[in-house]
């Protein structure tokens, strides 16, 4: 068994506004990365795009209906769903291949075939709320792919761990009344969307931000990791670990001022492994999410997908 990587050419096909940030060339300066020998053990496995009704494991019928009626007939027409979030003509197959990834990857790992996953797909999801498209986010991928798991195999306690610097408001939006799922959130604040408070909680206290002020670092990300995110996790005993694993914490991303260096999500990937060695009988699926400097991207990614493969 290895590490497996879900990828797809289409990725590239879902078209957003001359300079904004969510952007094909995200993947494709991972892809320049993953060429170095470090990366020769790694399966790559090409995803496939899920049944459209796959989206209702999260969302609403309507608020599927509702993202097919944005999707334009012509190649080269953008539509506006949202302040920052739109759609071209190859969208809503991008937005289900990625979610056909994620039920792979969670497939692999949960029947052997992989030790644990990464899904290198786009757009993001994690801001996607039960029936509003938003933040670049047009379903939320890491909250279906945890319901996945949970109605294909009969896993209990699913923990999604989102270390995006953007907090995952849908993804709390969607679990804020459910204990089998735990979400941990570190993330700016004062930052888009405005949510992750510490005492946003959740009905039965599986919500659990660690909000991190501007301009910190290392120290404090790892520390809000430490005293927050592993001692929820211990609690909880997770049978299964999912990653919105954002990279724009990064120092040289332009949406943010938090001060990561790659070695930080190397560090905080190992922690999460640590905890599904001692629960979830390894089972660690990832997740790509935000990270918009191509440089810190690729670095980032790079050495958490390195983490992963070590195990």
């Known amino acids: 068994m290895a590490t497996r990587l879900y990828e797809n050419p289409i990725f590239l096909e879902h078209n957003t506004p001359e300079g904004h940030p969510e952007r094909a060339d995200r993947l494709r300066s991972l892809n320049i990365a993953l060429e170095h020998p470090n990366f020769a053990r790694l399966e790559r496995i090409e995803a496939k795009q899920a049944n459209e009704d796959v989206v209702t494991l999260a969302h609403p019928e309507e608020h599927l209906f509702a993202v097919m009626r944005q999707i334009p007939e012509e190649e080269d027409r953008i539509n506006q769903i949202e302040s920052d979030t739109y759609a071209s003509q190859k969208s809503l197959q991008v937005a289900l291949t990625a979610i056909g990834g994620a039920i792979a990857a969670v497939d692999d790992v949960m029947t052997g075939k992989a030790d644990n996953a990464f899904v ?4 993001p999801g994690h ?3 039960k029936s509003k498209a938003m933040g670049f986010c047009l379903f939320n991928t ?3 792919a945890a319901r996945h ?3 294909t195999y009969g896993v209990e ?3 999604i761990v989102d270390w995006d610097v953007h907090h995952g ?7 804020w009344d459910d204990p089998s799922v735990l979400f941990c959130s570190t993330h700016q604040m004062p930052l888009y969307p405005g949510t992750g408070a510490k005492d946003e909680t959740g009905k039965h206290r599986n919500i659990v931000n660690a909000p991190l002020s501007p301009n910190v670092g290392s120290d404090h990300f790892r520390e809000a990791f430490k005293s927050r995110v592993l001692p929820a996790l211990n609690d909880f005993s997770p049978d299964f670990i999912l990653i919105s694993a954002g990279f724009d914490a990064h120092h040289r991303d332009p949406l943010a001022q938090i001060n990561l260096v790659g070695e930080d999500f190397d560090w905080a990937t190992g922690r999460l492994l640590e905890v599904a060695d001692r629960f979830a009988h390894n089972r660690v699926v990832s997740l790509l999410e935000g990270g918009y400097d191509l440089e810190g991207l690729a670095e980032s990614a790079g050495l958490h997908i390195l983490r992963l493969m070590k195990g």
């Open 149 to 151: 798991v949970q109605k």
């Open 157 to 159: 306690r699913v923990a």
């Open 120 to 123: 290198a797909g786009r757009p």
């Open 127 to 129: 801001h996607a709320e």
């Open 169 to 175: 408001n849908g993804t709390q939006d969607i679990f």
């Open 142 to 144: 890491v909250a279906i």
